[in-house]
Structure formats: structure tokens, C-alpha cells
């Protein structure tokens, strides 16, 4: 696990910080539904939010507000409530929990912050044709999303009444865009940050949502002192907002308001170092390896995504196919490994996907003239959630594809060249955020241009091996500069900064926003 720096304790001492994310650094696995409560606390894996932040919460002692959802959820949440949440002796948390009803929980998610926020953030909506809103969504806004973020609102607010210590809050993501103005409004002088991990689009893409919403949605933002994102692009585009949205006076990056002044940052997340190392260790990743390399063709194409509509999955494979249609001689010396996983099973768009995922695949390996000379199948499609096994696939390609329409960092685009051993080239696409760090040693593509994306594959394939060297060091250095420790530190200094113009350090020449 990532450890702090001394210069990050230092700046968050003497704060009492309360982290704010949808889920958990936990998570209660219950194996019968039916009977949650008999089950076990694991940490939990997924997502690059509880990951970064599980570091910062292990090491300052922080309270973390999650929202249950589930039943085994509301397990998690009794045991928070007698205190007794943790893994081991060494990775306690201080977990509370808001516990919304099953209908304003469906609101609050299935309905606002999946899809539509997500969708509008990452430019999914066909909008010729959708979004179709209406009283429906005002009211799954008002009681549902509005809702749970008083809750969780109302619970830093009862958190940090709790410690003589002056508050730092730290909401995470889209699913609280509100709740820091209502936490300004009860405590005036705490410090609040807020750190966005997906994209922020164009302020003309908002329209999409009422101009009430759309409103709300920056307003509370500006409840922050700092708000942070993972792109220069997304802090040009959310400083837009403001200005276009608001009306409010931009200066220098920082937006003045009736409010105050709140900062507006870049923080592109990378890796931590130390646990992806002991992921690429582990016997169980080395078994994953072994297995991957038995029939192995020459070259090994890998993807590994959640088949997510923002991944760009289909578009990727066609790419593939086109790339064989133009140059049958690599035809069974090359294979497409894609190991995905399932996600937002109950939205409707989503099952949708994963089905045309499924049939193209089955579309291409039926293609019997694209298939090598022994029968060898052009994709090798695995469904699944296995961080090893995703670390061995890493470890072991050619050309790793990451061809996203949008993605706010995507942390694969750094997985994959940190621990790669074959000197394996990147195709990026320019829409993810990693393509602002990573973008000059990787093969740049246009995510909807599938024959640019086929060129870049077989140009991935066949590249002199001193430039694939070139490329991939160059990578490494990157993010083994810019790691996970880097992004908290450069937080830290600046929450620190926040800090002192709210009273809480001693003045020193540094104490402007």
C-alpha cells in the first residue's frame, strides 16, 4: 500500500479528515444473498477511488461516509455502527454510512448518477434520439439524488462535530456534486476538496440536463475549495462551465463567486507502485502467465476492460478485423486476447452492449478465412474480475489497446507498459486522459476511426524492437515519476494552502488560492 509522504502528513496534521465515496474501502462478501450476514470484510479491489484514497484513509485515520446499497451493505453498516469494521488489526476504518431507502438508492443511482450523469459526462448519448426527460427525472433528482446527498451531507456535518480538530472534507467523484455547498452552509470554515475521476465534458454538452440541474450541479461544486480533476482539458472545460453556466468570473484558474473563491486543479491519479508490484509477484499472477503463454501465437494483441459504452469495445474488435482483411499473412501468428468484465448489469443500454459484444465476437471467429492455418481463432474472449489474471495479460502483450471514446484517466493505459515484459506498444486512444501523459510514446488514435485503429495495431506488431524499447522506458518513467503518491502529495500542498486561508495554519507567504 502506497504510504504517505512526511510533506502529505504534515499538511493534512491538525485536520481531521472525512472521505466521501460512494463505496467503501471494504466490502462485506457474503457468499447466499439470501443470508447476509455470514460473511467476511475484504478489501475492496475495484475501482481507482477507493484504491487511492483506502491510502490517505489507512494512514491520517480519516472517516469515511460511504452510501449502502445492498444488503450485505447493510451489514457493513451495523458493523461500522459498533465500530468493529476491518480486515486485520492493521487495516481498520472508520466507516459510517448513509443508508438511503431501496426507491431513493434507485434514484439516487440506477436513475441520475448512472446513466445520465455518467452518460453526459462521457458523451454517450445519442442525442438525436436521447436522452427523453421529463417529471420523471425532476423527481428522481429531487428525492432521489438531491436526497442521499443531504444524507451523506448531514453526516460530515455530524462527523466533523464529533473532533475539535477543524474539518477536511474530501467528496470523491459524480455522485456527490451537491453536498459540498450544504456542508459549507453548516460549517463555513471547514476545508473542502473534491476530486472528479471521470471526464468533464464541453458546458455545451450539460444542456442536456434542465438548466436547474445543471445549475445545482456547479453550484454545489463551488461549495469546494478546490476542485479537482484529472486533465488539463477537463479543468479548461469545468472553468467554462462556470463562466457559461453561472456567469461567474474566472481568474487564473480559480472561479470568484458569491461564495468565495474556489481553485480549480489538475491531479492526473496514476499507480500505486507497490501493490501493483506484488500483484505482478504473486504465484497466482505467475499461474495466470503460464497458462496465457500455453499456445500463445508469435504476437499477442490484449485489451482488458469493464464492458462499459465508453470503452469503445466493439469498435476496437472491427479495428482487429479490418487489420486481418488487410494483411492475411499475419493470420494465426496473431490472436486478440480480451479479458472483460461485466458492469451495470441492471441498465438496460448496458445489457444491450454486452450483447453486441458477445455476437460480435462469435461474428469474427466464425469468419473462417480469418482464422490461421490450423483452425486458430482470431479473439480469445474471457468474461471475468481478476486482478492477476488482468496483471498476467498485462505482462504478456505485444500491443495493448486502450481505444476508449472517453475515460478521465483509465489507469490501464499505466498498468499495462509499468510491469509489461515484451516491450509491448500502447495504442491510445486521444480521448482518454492517460493520452495527455502518455500520449507521445504511445500510438495515438482517433477512437471512431476503426481503420486508424487497425493501421496502429499492425503498426504496434511489426515495430523495430529498439523503438518499442524507446517507447515503453519512456512510459515507465512517467509513471513511476508520476505515481499515486505524486497525486496525493500535490493535493496535500494544496489542501494545505486552503487551510491556511480558512484560519487553520499559520499565515505564510504561500497563502493565496
Known sequence: MQRLSDATR???????PIIVAN??????????SAHPEIGSIVENEGGGVVVAMRAVAQATNAHWIATASTP????????????????DAASQFNMVFAQPTPAQYNDFYNVIANPLLWFIQ??????????NLGDDTERAWRDGYTAVNRQVADLAISTAAGDKRPPLVMFQDYHYYLAPKMVRAAIPNAVIQHFIHIPWPDPGYWEILPRSMRQGIVDGLLGNDIVGFQTNRDVRNFLRSCEETMGYRVVDGKVIHPGGVTAVNAYPISLDLDA???FASDPMTQQHLAALQVGRPEKLIVRVDRMDL??????????YERMLEAHPEIRGHVQFYSFLQRTRTDVAQYQ??????????????????????NGELPIRFEVGQDIRKATAAYMDYDVLVVNAVRDGMNLIAKEGPLVNRRNGVLVLSEGVGAHEELGEFALSVNPFNVDETARAMFAGLTMPPLERQRRVTEMQRVVTTNHLGTWIDKQAADINLAAKVRGHRRPGPDISL
Open 352 to 373: 444491450g452492449y454486452m450483447q453486441r459484444i458477445e455476437r460480435e465476437v462469435a461474428r469474427i471467429n466464425g469468419r473462417a478465412e480469418l482464422r490461421g492455418p
Open 23 to 32: 463505496r467503501g474501502p471494504v466490502a462485506w462478501q457474503a457468499p447466499d
Open 72 to 87: 450485505a451493505d447493510g451489514v457493513m453498516a451495523g458493523l461500522a455502527a459498533r465500530g468493529s469494521i476491518g480486515p
Open 310 to 319: 465508453s470503452k469503445n469495445i466493439v469498435r476496437g474488435f472491427i479495428a
Open 122 to 131: 462521457h458523451y454517450l448519448w445519442d442525442v438525436p434520439h436521447e436522452p
Open 276 to 278: 501493483f508490484a506484488k
Open 10 to 16: 504534515d499538511a493534512l496534521s491538525g485536520l481531521h
